[in-house]
Nanobody, 112 residues
Framework: QVQLVESGGGLVQPGGSLRLSCAAS????????MGWYRQAPGKQREMVAI???????TYAGSVKGRFTISRDGASNTVYLQMNSLKPEDTAVYYC??????WGQGTQVTVSS
């Protein structure tokens, strides 16, 4: 079993930046892919970015060029650097080591 703990959410103005962190513990040797999903009120959960153990990345079209996912193997931590944030990025962001492992979520609110 894998435990995932997110941090770094908060309130930011449009155009601002935030960095989310996700620390993994437990059966981490079983993890090949980690990533971030988000869920806005009234909407389905959607993929934001994922990264493999070999650091191959995939991004949703809506965040490409603005968000960067990275992985620190030594600390078993995945980061999501979010730049040029927009109000439509407002959501609860979840860290995942799919298919069964999810963090508790961290709120990101982009508002003036």
């Amino acid at each position: 079993q894998v435990q995932l703990v997110e941090s770094g959410g908060g309130l930011v103005q449009p155009g601002g930046s935030l960095r989310l962190s996700c620390a993994a513990s437990g059966s981490i040797d079983s993890i090949y892919v980690m990533g971030w999903y988000r869920q806005a009120p009234g909407k389905q959960r959607e993929m934001v970015a994922i990264i493999t153990r070999d650091s191959v990345t995939t991004y949703a079209g809506s965040v490409k060029g603005r968000f960067t996912i990275s992985r620190d193997g030594a600390s078993n931590t995945v980061y999501l650097q979010m730049n040029s944030l927009k109000p439509e990025d407002t959501a609860v962001y979840y860290c995942t080591a799919p298919p069964l492992n999810w963090g508790q979520g961290t709120q990101v609110t982009v508002s003036s």
